[in-house]
């Protein structure tokens, strides 16, 4: 069994910093890609970044230049550092990982609430 735990969420002004981390424990051989999502209220998951193993990142357009994704390998954990925070930018943030136990199965955190609000 493995679990993602999110961490450094909060409420934010506009224009503001916010830094989330995730770290996964328990039964992992490996952990390809890792990535963070975002569910606002009223709307579906989507897409914020990803990263694979080797550092390559993808962004979604609406925070490219804003958010930046890495991770630790040795320390299992993914990290998403948010600047020029909106308020659109409201959501619960969902850690994901693509983890091989040796099964592959796709692991999710329990998400954490970021409010951009003045």
């Known amino acids: 069994q493995v679990q993602l735990v999110e961490s450094g969420g909060g409420l934010v002004q506009p224009g503001g910093s916010l830094r989330l981390s995730c770290v996964a424990s328990g039964s992992i051989i490996r952990i390809n890609d890792m990535g963070w999502y975002r569910q606002a209220p009223g709307k579906e998951r989507e897409l914020v970044a990803t990263v694979t193993n080797g550092g390559n990142t993808n962004y979604a357009d609406s925070v490219k230049g804003r958010f930046t994704i890495s991770r630790d390998n040795g320390k299992n954990t993914v990290y998403l550092e948010m600047n020029s925070l909106k308020p659109e930018d409201t959501a619960v943030f969902y850690c994901?990982?693509?983890?091989?136990?040796?099964?592959?199965?796709?692991?999710w955190g329990q998400g954490i609430q970021v409010t951009v609000s003045s």
């Open positions: 994901n990982a693509d983890v091989l136990t040796p099964r592959r199965i796709i692991y």
